[in-house]
């Protein structure tokens, strides 16, 4: 056990970003729209605005929309025009007379290519995104887009939006197994548009003094708490992070913290030795030492807050938050619950508001970290690829033959590629990188690993902490997820990402930390050139010109063409 005092308090606050005047916490500014499928009953190639026919509930559910205040915009691919099967007045006849039946749009953003123009903003390309956010006047990762196919989904990922899946009889199995959000119609995809949005707010604003906040769990469970920890700093004079020693480095990282005390805890621990008395008597006595006013207990969505919760109310903790699903008697004064697959972030945010506290309007939504140290000299300029093979959980690591294909096709593409892993991976690194890319494996600490992704155009990565680190950085993620925990909750949040890998192998929702099955298959089945596919996707160059016959799908993406609305 160790009681630190870091040198991080409020002066190494995250500063203030895209406030926009805004007067609390708020996830999303705008929701996007999928046209035919989402909004209306799909007619191919309509033209005819007597065959409009809005789908069950949705004018009802566009209202409560923009009765919260949310921006409506509908993004549609529109590939009639390019085969001439009608023109844009026919087009234009047809969205006027969706919004005499649903109600005005505030934009509308149309793609009129074929797959073979090889545009931008096709979907799943990630323009039609981008585009409707700046008509918007906001950011992607501000934004929630609302389709029935996995091009939409494809779409606002790879842009950094959030994704909701409203499935039809045309969608196909693969697109909801690998879909992160799924709601069974549109009304279910507003209301919980809605709740999620109503969860970061608190109902009942607190100040207070010294809070104990918890996470004892593996450095990506404590980045991924960063936002929840942050609202609770906002409104409190002090705050004493209690985490277990695989997430000390990480929250070595964090703002708002001002000190931590280090212990592992044998109801969380996934190795725990047996409990030992006198090793919970030191900790209950290091936490009473605190004075703490009241403590905050994030948790996983599998793991209990309860036997803390019992240690700290013997030490005379008044105030106790926590989520928990069990009875918890007297141990919690705010018992919180979230919805299974809520984004642990998320999750964290909905606590804090519970508990009574908040974002301010100056602090984003998002990961946060303090600002990175200097990269390794030998990763070069910004501007390569970190490939991350390795993980804590063997499930979740790429297959070794796999990451060094990765790395000889990015390289022969013309990426610059950084191979990163802990001391215990120098071997599969070094095997990896081998003579085509920077080795760092088993050089760098959290903190020089969170500074080599920070210069980084993209992190290739399994689900574990880098991606986590990209996510804090703003650095889009090509990921390589193994299905053992949801996407939807685990996956890199509000930054561009694409995902790969079987998202339906027999591994889903197992939590294994061992592959259970021989193979591999949830992530053995990629190729490499689908990992070079999804850097293009993301708008990622190669920094070379390529060393072999080679060429990287998505070159030049011409700009978004945009075709009139409703005619307004």
């Given at each position: 056990m160790r009681q630190v005092e870091p040198d991080q308090c409020r002066s190494a606050r995250v500063g203030a970003r895209a406030g926009r005047g805004r007067s609390g916490p708020r996830l999303f500014d705008a929701v996007l729209l999928d046209r035919d499928g989402t909004l209306v009953e799909d007619v191919p190639y309509n033209g005819d605005p007597e065959k409009v026919r809005p789908v069950s509930g949705a004018r009802a559910a566009l209202d409560a929309l923009r009765a919260a205040g949310l921006r409506l915009a509908v993004v549609t691919n529109q590939s009639g025009l390019a085969k001439g099967l009608f023109d844009e007045a026919q087009m234009r006849a047809v969205h006027a007379r969706v919004e005499e039946l649903l109600g005005p749009f505030d934009a509308w953003l149309v793609c009129p290519h074929d797959d073979a123009d090889g545009c931008g903003c096709r979907k799943p390309a990630a323009g039609l995104v981008h585009a409707a956010a700046r008509e918007l006047g906001t950011v992607?990762?501000?934004?929630?887009?609302?389709?029935?196919?996995?091009?939409?989904?494809?779409?606002?990922?790879?842009?950094?939006?959030?994704?909701?899946?409203?499935?039809?009889?045309?969608?196909?199995p693969e697109e909801i197994d690998a879909a992160g959000w799924v709601a069974p119609d549109l009304p279910a995809a507003v209301t919980e548009i809605l709740r999620r949005q109503a969860a970061v707010v608190p109902r009942e604003p607190r100040r207070a003094g010294t809070v104990l906040v918890v996470r004892s769990d593996s450095a990506g469970d404590v980045l991924v708490t960063g936002p929840g920890i942050r609202a609770v700093a906002a409104h409190a004079d002090r705050v004493v992070l209690l985490c277990g020693p695989r997430g000390r480095a990480a929250a070595d990282l964090l703002p708002g913290v001002d000190a931590i005390i280090e212990h592992r805890l044998p109801w969380i621990d996934p190795h725990p030795d047996p409990v030992d008395p006198d090793d919970i008597t030191t900790l209950t006595t290091t936490l009473a030492a605190v004075a703490a006013d009241e403590a905050v207990i994030f948790t996983s969505y599998h793991q209990s807050p309860l036997p803390l919760a019992l240690l700290l109310r013997t030490i005379g903790v008044h105030r106790i938050s926590a989520i928990s699903d069990d009875y918890p008697g007297a141990l919690l004064d705010v018992r919180h619950r979230v919805p299974t697959g809520v984004p642990e972030p998320e999750r964290a945010l909905s606590l804090a508001a519970a508990a009574g506290y908040a974002l301010p309007a100056d602090d984003e939504p998002a990961l946060r970290l303090r600002p990175a140290p200097a990269a390794p000299s030998q990763v070069g300029p910004p501007g390569y690829v970190v490939l991350h093979p390795g993980s804590a959980a063997q499930s979740r690591g790429l297959p070794p033959e796999l990451a060094a294909g990765i790395v000889r096709t990015l390289t022969a593409a013309g990426h610059r590629v950084v191979v990163t892993g802990g001391a215990d991976e120098a071997e599969l690194t070094a095997w990896v990188a081998g003579d085509d890319a920077v080795d760092l494996g088993g050089g760098t600490g959290l903190a020089e690993l969170a500074a080599t992704v920070a210069g980084a155009a993209a992190v290739v990565v399994g689900n574990t902490g880098p991606a986590h680190l990209a996510a804090a950085?703003?650095?889009?993620?090509?990921?390589?997820?193994?299905?053992?925990?949801?996407?939807?909750?685990?996956?890199?949040?509000?930054?561009?990402?694409?995902?790969?890998?079987?998202?339906?192998?027999?591994?889903?929702?197992?939590?294994?930390?061992?592959?259970?099955?021989?193979?591999?298959?949830?992530?053995?089945?990629?190729?490499?050139?689908?990992?070079?596919?999804?850097?293009?996707?993301?708008?990622?160059?190669?920094?070379?010109?390529?060393?072999?016959?080679?060429?990287?799908?998505?070159?030049?993406?011409?700009?978004?063409?945009?075709?009139?609305?409703?005619?307004?």
């Open positions: 992607p990762r501000r934004c929630v887009l609302v389709g029935d196919i996995g091009r939409d989904v494809t779409a606002a990922l790879a842009a950094g939006a959030q994704a909701v899946l409203v499935p039809t009889p045309v969608t196909r950085y703003g650095v889009p993620v090509v990921s390589l997820f193994a299905p053992t925990v949801p996407f939807g909750q685990w996956g890199p949040w509000r930054v561009p990402t694409v995902r790969l890998g079987d998202a339906a192998a027999p591994c889903r929702d197992t939590r294994a930390a061992r592959c259970p099955v021989p193979g591999h298959p949830c992530l053995s089945r990629i190729t490499p050139r689908e990992v070079l596919d999804g850097l293009a996707l993301l708008g990622v160059s190669p920094a070379r010109t390529p060393t072999a016959a080679l060429t990287p799908a998505g070159e030049a993406a011409p700009e978004v063409a945009t075709v009139g609305g409703s005619g307004r």
